[in-house]
């Protein structure tokens, strides 16, 4: 039984006032185009199924499966498999705090309402727009790593990286364009195909460390001694070794980014109490497969000095955006390497497409909540927010930077700013959790009257919290050392890597200086306005899901238990 409709997390607003306006508006909204200026409704045509694989396929993209490549060649088998098990726990714990909030009150808003119930509403304003910031460049991003994905097979000097970035960006325009309920079902298969993807590369990638493959060379954790677990970086010895696994948080925030997507959409289910502590274990579980185990496994499989690394010293014209493709030439495998690879070109373009429409609703959720201009609110006749995406699509232009620059190096500047606006959402969550946990203390709400609550508590957050904001100062730590190689100030890393921090100081003061407002003190945050609605709602469902149980308890056994987990 196909699951029932919801609606994106932050892609409206919060406020429960229906638009007003006549019958006349009513006709005008179901055929008239954008002559009706109260003409501001998404059409909800998403469903449960849609979101969750958005949520996830936005997950399983270029960080993960390009992002590697940069880590490994920089800091070694051993250093990325510790950095990307310590910020999966990191991210484990935002989503936990994430999740106490859905659970005990789902929002249509997300995590910017939250913010601006229990912490501050200039924190609620500057979260919406950091997290806008987030995704209007990683649009430009999986653009660039798309034609780094395809110089595998043509040279950007042979074809200009403008031509694959104008197609990409015309197919995703056009697929936003054209309604959310194809956008819906397109990205529903493509993310599925996603996952079963991953998951054969996982498993394929286990055969070959045992020898599975036609060179029949049994790897084992050879390139772990030979080159070694960890390169060097900047320094000999063990300071180089850990300033290489230091520059590392990069790529591993990078791949986490969109995971707490999935703790924000489940917070609109159906039955919050059993969903959410459900999402949150299965979020555990993919963070341990899809991102730890393909990390080992990856790092079993190519030294991380390898030529045909395309972020490799040394690199050869036709190296490899993606350490699994240069796996699988490595075992001697033919033509399954330029299939992965296109496999991974379809990874990067299902990625942009999420990540463009994430974009068009978060600007067009702002501007329903007053926080951005009002324009950005209109839909047409097919609940298309037109001027929202097009404002969004503008951004995605500063792809083309890759016809005058190297696309690994564009890669990089695009990986630096997406991540730093990334950990501020992060920082954001914490702030606003641990904002949470002092009203329900003060309001005296006792924790057996929670759906859900963090397994290390306030604590857990607080120590995510620190972490999240020692990788955000340290995590480009390399442009203030001394480099002969660079021989001046590296200004384009600093700039990328840092620009968000005082941007993100900006908005919060000067939201403040504009309206007045004040942070939201714990004895009178709002815990309790629609929950007995949503309390009703669970109850109600509850009771028609008992109702059904038996008649589907042996149908559905199998996907519950099996399947279930991956989506």
Request: charged share 15%.
């Amino acid at each position: 039984m196909e699951a029932a409709e919801i609606k994106p997390h932050i892609f409206e607003s919060d406020d429960p006032r229906k638009t007003e306006g006549s019958e006349k508006d009513v006709i005008n909204t179901e055929e008239g185009g954008l002559s009706d200026p109260n003409h501001i409704d998404l059409h909800r045509a998403l469903k449960a199924r849609h979101i969750t694989m958005i949520a996830i396929g936005g997950a399983i993209g270029t960080g993960l499966i390009i992002g590697t490549g940069e880590a490994l060649a920089k800091a070694g088998p051993a250093a990325i498999l510790i950095a990307y098990g310590w910020v999966g726990f990191i991210v484990y714990l935002v989503m936990c705090a994430l999740g106490e909030m859905a659970a005990w009150l789902p929002l249509p808003s997300g995590f910017t309402g939250y913010a601006v119930r229990f912490c501050d509403p200039a924190l609620g304003f500057t979260l919406g727009w950091t997290y806008w910031f987030k995704y209007i460049i990683l649009s430009p991003n999986q653009l660039t790593a798309g034609a780094l994905v395809i110089s595998y097979w043509i040279p950007s000097e042979k074809v200009n990286a403008g031509v694959w970035i104008t197609i990409f960006l015309i197919l995703i325009v056009c697929i936003n364009y054209f309604g959310v309920r194809f956008f819906g079902e397109f990205e529903f298969w493509l993310s599925s195909f996603k996952v079963i993807v991953i998951l054969g590369i996982i498993l394929l990638s286990f055969i070959l460390m045992l020898g599975g493959g036609p060179d029949h060379d049994r790897k084992g954790f050879r390139y772990w001694k030979n080159p070694g677990a960890f390169n060097t970086y900047i320094e000999k010895g063990d300071a180089g070794r850990f300033l290489a696994f230091w520059s590392t948080m990069v790529s591993a925030t990078f791949a986490y980014l969109g995971t707490e997507l999935v703790g924000v959409t489940v917070g609109e289910a159906q039955n919050p109490r059993r969903t959410i502590p459900r999402a949150i274990k299965l979020t555990f579980w993919r963070i341990l497969v899809f991102y730890v185990l393909s990390v080992l496994l990856v790092g079993t499989l190519v030294p991380y000095n390898d030529k045909k690394l395309a972020f490799a010293v040394g690199a050869s014209s036709s190296a490899a955006a993606s350490p699994f493709v240069v796996a699988i030439e490595l075992s001697g495998i033919p033509v399954l390497s330029h299939i992965l690879n296109a496999c991974i070109l379809l990874f990067v373009f299902s990625a942009a497409n999420s990540d463009l429409y994430i974009a068009t609703r978060t600007i067009y959720g702002l501007a329903r909540e007053g926080k951005a201009p009002k324009i950005f609110a209109r839909t047409d006749r097919r609940g298309v927010p037109v001027f929202a995406l097009a404002i969004s699509s503008m951004f995605a232009l500063l792809a083309y930077m890759n016809v005058s620059s190297d696309a690994k190096t564009i890669f990089k500047y695009f990986v630096n700013l997406v991540t730093i606006f990334g950990l501020l959402t992060w920082i954001s969550i914490l702030v606003t959790h641990i904002c949470f946990v002092r009203a329900r203390k003060a309001q005296n709400v006792p924790v057996e009257s929670m759906a859900y609550v963090a397994p290390l508590g306030v604590a857990g957050s607080y120590g995510a919290l620190a972490f999240c904001i020692l990788i955000a100062f340290t995590k480009n730590y390399d442009v203030f050392t001394h480099n002969k190689k660079w021989g001046t100030f590296d200004y384009k890393n600093f700039i990328t890597a840092y620009l968000g921090i005082p941007l993100y100081l900006i908005l919060i003061v000067g939201y403040k200086f504009a309206t007045g407002c004040q942070g939201v003190k714990p004895e009178e945050a709002d815990l309790w306005t629609g929950k007995d609605e949503i309390d009703r709602e669970e109850a109600a469902y509850v009771a028609r899901k008992e109702a059904e149980a038996e008649k589907h308890a042996q149908s559905h056994w199998f996907y519950r238990k099996f399947v279930s987990w991956l989506f």
